[in-house]
Nanobody, 120 residues
Framework: QVQLVESGGGLVQPGGSLRLSCAAS????????MSWYRQTPGKERELVAG????????DYIHSVKGRFTISRDNAKNTVYLQMNSLNPEDTAVYYC?????????????WGKGTLVTVSS
């Protein structure tokens, strides 16, 4: 069965770093655009970062540019999000998502999420 499993979340102090991982199984990610989203209880889920199937292009929301880096290792069927200089505003449940890149309006696969808490 298709699965995305996030790991690496936890409690970190402001200014600290975490690396999130997203391990895919049941399919290969090489033809999929991969993304990280985040959500807090009072807000809609928002796109944080995205990466094209071969890793040739990336996109970030303005608030994380220069601090977060999305990357992928297709041979390992895994996507990463390196998060540096974390702020309390980064606290959220972070979700990994995969979307087949060559079909219009293709459905996204979703992981269950991993909680990131930035606090002193």
């Amino acid at each position: 069965q298709v699965q995305l499993v996030e790991s690496g979340g936890g409690l970190v102090q402001p200014g600290g770093s975490l690396r999130l991982s997203c391990a895919a199984s049941g399919f290969t990610i090489n033809n999929h655009a991969m993304s990280w989203y985040r959500q807090t209880p009072g807000k809609e889920r928002e796109l944080v970062a995205g990466i094209s199937p071969l890793g040739r292009s990336t996109d970030y929301i303005h608030s994380v540019k220069g601090r977060f880096t999305i990357s992928r290792d297709n041979a390992k069927n895994t996507v990463y999000l390196q998060m540096n200089s974390l702020n309390p505003e980064d606290t959220a449940v972070y979700y990994c998502s995969a979307r087949y890149a060559y079909v219009r309006d293709a459905i996204n696969y979703w992981g269950k999420g991993t909680l990131v808490t930035v606090s002193s």
